[in-house]
Structure formats: structure tokens, C-alpha cells
């Protein structure tokens, strides 16, 4: 899984993004020591401290408030680290508040509808209503409305968890949101590369069978 050195820059994740990936991977896990190295790669490679705390916030999503607040706390001693070292980080943009006007259900339904690219159904929201609920006004509602992040970003990051995690059903799903909001199949693939060089070799092979699987999916249905 080796991504070839010569490909065009519409194939690649630059290196801000792929920063994202071990970050998102070893909080879900709970990787402490490997979180803090990623962490400190990701601002060497260009991330503002606003961009990884919401990748660390947006993880409690997937992970859990547990994984989620570890995650903080580490980033937090690591930049009272580089502080002490003189180490001056970009803090970067917060998020652009919403009007008071927002309707947060009505958002967060454009914003699902916009990462999956159809409406959502299915039996589990009849059987579970709330759940429907929680991921309309809670996850994309209040957290995919928070510009910090694109939601390209906000997908990679949540593959790069559920392929730590393992969760490879929603791993599936989310890869083809991630072809639905603009991540191309070259970029895709360079993400399993990424994964399998920074995180281990068993969350890559997962990426790369589910990946492959939505990939021969999409072919049949054009």
C-alpha cells in the first residue's frame, strides 16, 4: 500500500490532512503516548490548536466522552510543554457562532443529507427514534456546524476512528459519505497508506477491505 510518489496534487491528502488521521485513530483508541507524538506532528505539519481540539471533540461523537477528554488532557500538557520550551503554536479560528434565528434541527438535517447524499432512513431510526434525533441536532447539528473543520475533515477523521476502533459496518458507511463530500478514490486509498504507516497494520487492512468494498458497490450501481 505504498502511494505512488508522482501522483497529481487532486490524489493526495497534504500533509495537514493526513495529520488528522493518527490523531482522530489514537484518541479513539485510547493510545496515549502514541496521541501525544501525533499531536505534536500535527502542529509541526501546519494544524492550528483550534483545528485539533475540535478533532479531539468531535471524537466523543465516536469514541465516547472518555477517549474524547483523555485526548484534551494530553494536548493540553503538550502544549504547556512547548510553552515552557518557548514554542509558540497558532491558536487558529473558533468557531463562527450560529444566529439566533438557526434552526438546529433543520440544519443539522441539510448537513446529514449533504455527508450521506440522500435523506437518511431506515429501520433502525423507526425502531430508535431518539437516535435519529441525537444525530440530526446533536452530531450534525451542533458539531458539523462548527466551521473549524470542513466536513472533508470532519469525515476523515471520523474513518480514521471507526477503523481503530473497530466499528466496520459504520467504517463502510462513512468511507462513502467520504466520496460524497469530495474525498477522490486516489485520496482514499492514500488514507489506508496513512493509516497503515502511522497507526498499524490491522486498522489499515480493515480501511482497506471495507474501502474496497464500497468501491466495487459503487461501480455496480453506475
Known amino acids: 500500500m505504498v502511494y505512488a510518489q508522482n501522483a497529481s496534487s487532486e490524489q493526495v491528502l497534504d500533509a ?31 494544524m492550528t490548536v483550534s483545528e485539533i481540539r475540535e478533532v479531539l471533540v468531535q471524537m466523543y461523537a465516536y469514541a465516547g466522552f472518555p ?55 431506515g429501520r ?11 444525530l440530526k441536532e446533536h452530531l450534525f447539528g451542533d458539531i458539523f456546524s462548527r466551521d473549524v473543520l470542513s466536513f472533508q475533515e ?11 476502533l473497530p466499528a466496520e ?18 485520496q482514499m486509498k492514500m488514507f489506508v497508506s496513512v493509516l497503515e504507516t502511522n497507526v498499524g497494520k490491522a486498522e489499515a487492512e480493515l480501511a482497506e477491505r471495507s474501502l474496497a468494498a464500497v468501491l466495487q458497490n459503487r461501480a455496480r450501481s453506475k
Open 16 to 46: 495537514r490532512q493526513q495529520s488528522i488521521i493518527p490523531i482522530a485513530a489514537f484518541t479513539a483508541k485510547g493510545d496515549v503516548e502514541n496521541l501525544k507524538a501525533a499531536l505534536a506532528q500535527g502542529l509541526q505539519n501546519g
Open 67 to 121: 477517549r474524547s477528554l483523555t485526548g484534551l488532557d494530553t494536548f493540553i500538557a503538550l502544549l504547556d510543554e512547548r510553552k515552557a520550551q518557548g514554542i509558540h503554536d497558532e491558536i487558529g479560528k473558533d468557531a463562527t457562532p450560529l444566529p439566533d434565528t438557526a434552526n438546529i434541527r433543520e440544519l443539522g438535517t441539510a448537513n446529514q443529507t449533504a455527508v450521506i447524499g440522500r435523506p437518511a432512513s
Open 124 to 134: 433502525i431510526y423507526e425502531f430508535a427514534p431518539i437516535i435519529d434525533t441525537f
Open 154 to 164: 470532519r469525515e476523515l477523521a471520523t474513518v480514521s476512528a471507526l477503523a481503530s
Open 169 to 186: 459496518t459504520q467504517l463502510r458507511s462513512h468511507l462513502k459519505c467520504c466520496l460524497v463530500v469530495g474525498w477522490n478514490e486516489a
